[in-house]
């Protein structure tokens, strides 16, 4: 949430850092701005809405080769020209942009900042404010600088500019994500290397409670003690192209059409020499160690878990609990004897599954993080890691991230399985490989979904989800997807819970889509559909190609039972995809949500 960049170098620093904070837009993209130095001072442009309406005020005639800049998703204080960043200290001499929460920034104001006016509501300009108190009390800029990160709790990525110093961009991190990227006579600050990729693959990954002094020829990392930090840099195995929209309306079609090339590289990458699946053996022990998994999620990653838990517990026969990340933290179950924890999260950002793994660690359990993006905080503080090798996942909606997490956690099922001598009755690679042409079956039906979208949900303001066992949880992605993009307000419910309560909802003409891929409860979910159709419900049945009935409005093709989440995902992300686009919806960016939830 929030994305920032920061350049110094002899490029043309305003392009460079709208540039970047274009390719941040998906962290957040309320409200933006840039500040850049020359021998005039430093300029501030802010604005409230999208990166566009931020360059069409940047003046094109200041010409600098320092700058940093930021893109918002509102936490303190209403999305606004006002709160947006950079924010300045009272004198104007420093300038800040900054990503995360400072949660003892109200108390900051009240025992060091009485007398200085807040021209803000966020918990950004205390920062900025105490360096300047700290300097105006005689203290060099960095040390100002360091005893203001020991003073902050709470998360931060930051880059503040000093305006009697066009040399260095001041630069620290606890707990948000940031970079810093080299370059030849110039060097970038971004929260994504996707941000910077354009001029450099080189980045240096930081880590909490560093701060970093970035000139133009020199990057010097210290902890806050003043210690200097080496660390050698790392290559981003990015390719320009995988971030851009290409010839697609929008990144959520491009990534829904991106799951079968998705899943075979994931067979790909988990086979070994010998053509079969394989899972570093460390990861296999943990998991045999263990007597119960504990998968800790949020959101659409939460519904792979579901789903996760049925294939390891079907296949491994390891009990599972599958628990949201947010409430895990307090809300804790009584833990077996030997638990291991798995993390599910496509950024390997969601602050709310940091903090439990950060808790459990102190526990003293083991952990796995299953994620998209390598390097990430979940996957650099985790004892495993396991990538999903989706390519960069950019718009808001998690489509292809989610069938990737179920073909990793699918294959770490099935390795764990052979490895508990567990036969499995059925060869995972060649399904996956039925599952990734299924797949391309049902990207090659996108003008059926978009009628069936027209047919169900074009004047609806509400809709429900059904199914029942492993349907049952693509019912809840599926009311998700609907409801993020499209704002029509979905939930997924077991079949046979409606009737339970929420079946008081069903008026004329209710949309109810209902899953029915699974032969062991196929007459169940349809005698659901019924009560539902009695009270007057239009229903939309998706099944499952040898399970199909005339009345069925759109049939996937015929998988392996287990693996249907893989495939009956598509339809509903697809017939999400089209109710937001009939409904004049920003489809990548859809109001309040940002796509990567760094705070808690
Ligand atoms: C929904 C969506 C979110 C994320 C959730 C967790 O389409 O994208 O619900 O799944 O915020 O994010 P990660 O997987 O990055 O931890």
Redesign the pocket.
Known sequence: MCGIVGYIGNNDTKEILLKGLEKLEYRGYDSAGIAVMNEKGVHVFKEKGRIADLRAIVDEDVMTNIGIGHTRWATHGVPSKMNSHPHQSATGRFTLVHNGVIENYDLLKREYLTGVNFVSETDTEVIVQLIELFVQDGMEVIEAFRKTLTLLHGSYALALLDEQNSETIYVAKNKSPLLVGLGDGFNVVASDAMAMIQVTNQYVELMDKEMVLVTKNEVTIQNLNGETINRAPYTAELDASDIEKGTYPHYMLKEIDEQPLVMRKIIQMYQNEQGKLAIDSEIISAMNESDRIYII?????YHAGLVGKQFIEKMAKIPVEVHISSEFGYNMPLLSEKPLFIFI???G??AD?RAVLVNVKEMGYRTLTITNAPGSTLSREADYTLLLFAGPEIA???TK?YTAQLAVLAILAEVVAESRNISVDFDLVQELGIVANAMEVLCDSKEIIEHISREFLAVTRNAFFIGRGIDYYVGLEGA??LK?ISYIQAEGFAGGELKHGTIALIEEGTPVIALATQESVNLSIRGNVKEVVARGANPCIISMNGLNMDEDSFVIPEVHDLLTPLISVIPMQLIAYYAALHRDCDVDKPRNLAK??TVE
Request: hydrophobic fraction near 35%.
């Open positions: 999620a949020a959101g659409t990653s999260s496509q950024s950002e969601t599954s808001v909606a998690s991230a998700l997807k993020e990567s939830v």
